[in-house]
């Protein structure tokens, strides 16, 4: 999170990265580089898409998946060895990832494999890993179905996928009656990544009252023109659009809008805006105006080691940091997790690996913290239970996060700039007695926030509360030695 971020975020994460130092014996001092003496490389192994749908992921996940193996290098390497990473390209076919897979396994004989990108293809690269005993970490097949097969060797650095867009039905659903969207329209891809999002994020609007007027499935594979779909949003006319895209068919949807001359008050998308500079190019700077996307990570985030990936990236690539792909930090993560376990245990053996990632320890990573759920809940096995969605949007040019507010480097633009600069008007602040909580308030909950209050107020910490309660809801429920109070004093 930026450096202006509320003294809440500085803290959590200044106590987390001790927790982490503490537990994994990980300093952030900088190290000499090392000679190495002839070490034998621990190899890593990963499938990355060159192209067709996952052309422009692809290569910012082997550039996020590099970024780390040189710094590691830099500094020691992993146990002392050089990592050296072993990366074969396919057409973002399942069956060519598949057969990545076996190949990096059975004859290139790779230590330790990566996940590649997107939910289809972790599918099938997970299964090949999982048939040869691999530890698979990744940072971008987040889909429910990914893991609801029973596996226990997959694990995903990022936010589980379903939960992508519930900060954006928050925050539309604590907008005050009178300026609360009455209409939505759903289009999205068939995808296991787009369509649990899109599902989800209806299910919360349509309970708190916003009516759908049009909701369409595409095939993701087959489809190549987007208009029909597109055109139909425009013809029904609503207030605010949500799209299950990547990045393609959501610059066809950008162009058919922009055509007709249709504004949504706001306008959300599961991937596409958080391309950088891709983004830029296919829609257009302008085009960019008021746009959200649900992430889990941006250039300022005040994580571990972020700005010195952030440093390290410009450094070697080029560029700005407002224009570096998400996906690179949801690789670099990976490598983070999967150094910290290794550390840990003294041992690349990938059965050691599997049950220290199921073992409940926390890690850190320049997306936050990261916990995954233990191999005994069915159905949920390695989903990381501690990652927030946090709502971004491009406002002037800047991809910036928005809400919850104690994340925010600026207030969301509602209703977008894009549609009339003069009717734009910021996020109020909301009581707690005037927003609907969408999950309950259990006693440790209430029992906190009495204790901040009387410390700093009760007027001051409504007000705070009340803007944030859905995620802090959920941050304190999963941190149950968390205190409030010396939260609260760093912001008096």
């Avoid at 958080?274 to 649900?294: H, N, Q, R, W």
């Avoid at 993560?333 to 926390?362: F, M, P, W, Y």
């Avoid at 009581?431 to 440790?444: D, Q």
Wanted: include cysteine.
């Amino acid at each position: 999170m930026p450096e202006h971020y509320s003294a809440w975020i500085r803290n959590i994460s200044y106590i987390a990265c001790i927790a982490i130092m503490a537990l994994v014996g990980l300093s952030a001092c900088g190290q000499s580089t090392p000679g190495f003496q002839n070490q034998k490389p621990i190899k890593i192994g990963f499938s990355y898409s060159t192209s067709s749908d996952f052309s422009a992921d692809g290569p910012a996940t082997k550039q996020g998946y590099q970024l780390w193996a040189d710094t590691i290098n830099k500094n020691g390497g992993l146990l002392g060895r050089p990592v050296q990473l072993v990366a074969i390209p396919d057409n973002s076919d399942p069956a060519k990832v598949a057969a990545n897979y076996q190949q990096l396994i059975t004859v290139d004989h790779v230590d330790l494999v990566f996940g590649p990108f997107s939910t289809l293809l972790t599918k099938s690269a997970s299964v090949v890993a999982n048939k040869y005993g691999y530890a698979m970490v990744e940072g971008s097949g987040g889909g429910p179905s990914v893991f609801n097969r029973g596996l226990n060797n997959i694990f995903d650095v990022s936010l589980p996928v379903a939960n992508n867009l519930v900060t954006f039905a928050y925050y539309i659903l604590s907008l005050p009656q009178d300026e609360r969207p009455k209409t939505a329209a759903y289009a999205t891809e068939d995808d296991p990544f787009t369509q649990p999002q899109v599902d989800l994020a209806r299910q919360l609007l349509e309970n708190g009252g916003v009516k759908t007027v049009y909701y369409h499935v595409y095939p993701a594979d087959t489809t190549k023109d987007y208009s029909p779909f597109a055109n139909a949003v425009v013809t029904s006319g609503a207030q605010v659009v949500l799209l299950g895209t990547l990045l393609p068919d959501l610059t066809a949807f950008i162009k058919t809008f922009r055509q007709q001359r249709y504004n949504p008050v706001s306008l959300i998308a599961t991937a596409g805006p958080d391309a950088g500079t891709d983004f830029i190019k296919a829609v257009g700077l302008k085009s960019t105006e008021g746009i959200f996307v649900p992430n889990g990570w941006y250039p300022e985030a005040n994580n571990f080691q972020n700005a010195q990936m952030v440093q390290d990236y410009l450094a070697q690539y080029g560029g700005s940091a407002n224009a570096i792909n998400a996906d690179i930090a949801e690789a670099y993560a990976v490598g983070q997790v999967v150094q910290q376990a290794v550390t840990k245990i003294g041992s690349i053996n990938n059965a050691a690996l599997i049950r220290e990632l199921h073992s409940g320890d926390t890690f850190n990573s320049v997306q936050g913290a990261v916990r995954f759920d233990p191999a005994t809940q069915a159905g949920l096995s390695g989903q990381n239970t501690l990652a927030l969605s946090y709502l971004f949007q491009w406002q002037h040019g800047t991809f910036i996060p928005v809400y919850p507010s104690f994340a925010a480097a600026e207030n969301p633009e509602y209703p977008s700039v894009a549609r009339d600069r003069s009717q734009c008007f910021r996020l109020r602040r909301a009581k707690v007695s005037t927003m609907t909580a969408p999950m309950p308030v259990v006693p440790v909950i209430a029992l906190k926030v009495e204790r901040a209050a009387d410390f700093a107020g009760e007027d001051f910490v409504i007000a705070q509360i009340g803007r944030v309660l859905p995620q802090l809801l959920k941050v304190v429920s999963s941190h149950p030695l968390l205190d409030l109070v010396p939260l609260f004093r760093s912001l008096t």
